[in-house]
């Protein structure tokens, strides 16, 4: 009886290891293998690699000749033939003086002039006369050369005499202020009945042709200025881009605010750019537009270069164009706004993987 009992025992003790191993087995067939996890990514946003550490110069449209216009001669303004802002054409009368003292220095040096032509008369006669006496060994050869030396002496007064009054003739003419140039009056500086002086300023005119922008840049950032350097100009107006190089940077600071003035030359800029519109100006390399993006950002495949974006967790690759190459970091554009763009590890990725930002 005790032997029964104990193969039964044994039986069911058989029973249990086999229901645990036939459960072991049935569960190591469901057990499937664990994904690894989404690798981590470095990246940057779009805007971030903006170069904000660029320093902006606010400037204005100038032409590159501005002509300060006054009279040679002195006087008082009869009138005044344009307004500010009239579109003027070489040759055109701007200004008129009075005339009537020039006038009278005109009629003395006519005057002068004829005067001096009767002593020339007189002096070629009494020196042919004396020739013919000399001739006839009447008068001495002292005296015959004592009328040509006056015949001489007259004819140097009577040229002298006339360019008196080819000079005051001139003169006259000065009393017109003329236009060089075609261009806009963007300054008056005298009106009628005032009384100017010669050389005295009374009118600027802006000639037509080429725009410039005009920018000051403090003391501080001289240093990072230099002739030829290259500037990106936008018009806040119409937020037009140009482009242009520094061409004249004053040599002497402006005494009221401190700032040294820069000219920026216009390569593309329209012929009737507008004067005085504001502009922004970024110089050297700020004038490289786009994002900058560490070296290691771009991932190159032949001439292609491309970036690799995240998207709702997925990396995908998207084509950049290169416009600057720096030491460390590059200027692309082409890049979608507010992108976010992997900056390491970009060749061990591929397009459509899922990765983790960090």
């Keep these: 009886m005790g032997f029964a009992r104990e193969n039964v025992m044994q039986k069911q003790y058989t029973a249990l290891v086999l229901a645990a191993a ?26 971030a690699a903006a170069g904000a550490s660029t320093a902006d110069y606010s400037g204005t449209v100038r032409a590159r000749y501005e002509t300060k216009l006054a009279f040679q001669v002195g006087g008082q303004v009869l009138s005044r033939n344009v307004s500010m802002g009239a579109h003027v054409h070489a040759g055109d009368v701007l200004m008129v003086i009075n005339a009537r003292d020039v006038q009278q220095q005109v009629n003395a040096t006519s005057a002068g002039v004829a005067s001096a032509r009767a002593q020339l008369d007189l002096a070629r006669a009494n020196r042919a006369r004396y020739e013919e006496l000399y001739a006839a060994q009447a008068v001495s050869a002292a ?61 600027t005119l802006t000639q037509d042709g080429e725009r410039e922008i005009e920018i000051a840049v403090p003391e501080s950032r001289l240093a990072e200025v230099s002739l030829g350097m290259p500037a990106a100009v936008s018009l806040w107006a119409n937020q037009a ?90 200027v692309v554009t082409g890049l979608p706004q507010n992108a976010v763009v992997v900056t390491a590890g970009v060749h061990r990725l591929h397009d459509g993987e899922k990765v983790r930002t960090k």
């Design 22 to 47: 036939l459960s072991l087995l049935a569960g190591c067939g469901n057990d499937t293998a664990k994904e690894p996890p989404p690798p981590v990514v470095r990246t940057m946003s779009v805007d």
């Design 143 to 203: 005296m015959l050369d004592q009328y040509r030396t006056n015949e001489n002496a007259a004819e140097a007064a009577y040229r002298q005499a006339l360019a008196q009054n080819a000079q005051s003739s001139n003169a006259l003419s000065y009393t017109n202020l003329i236009a060089g140039a075609d261009g806009v009056i963007s300054g008056i500086l005298a009106e009628e009945g005032q009384v100017v002086a010669a050389g005295q300023t009374v009118m």
């Design 241 to 330: 881009a140009l482009t242009g190089t520094v061409r004249e940077i004053a040599p002497i600071a402006d005494p009221a605010g401190g700032t040294y003035t820069v000219r920026i030359a216009l390569a593309d800029a329209p012929a009737d750019l507008p004067l005085g519109m504001t502009a922004r100006v970024r110089l050297g390399t700020q004038a490289e537009v786009g994002a900058v993006l560490p070296l290691s950002a771009i991932y190159q495949t032949g001439d292609e270069a491309q970036v690799y974006i995240v998207e709702d967790g997925v990396v995908h690759l998207c084509p950049a164009t290169v416009t600057a190459f720096r030491e460390r970091d590059v």
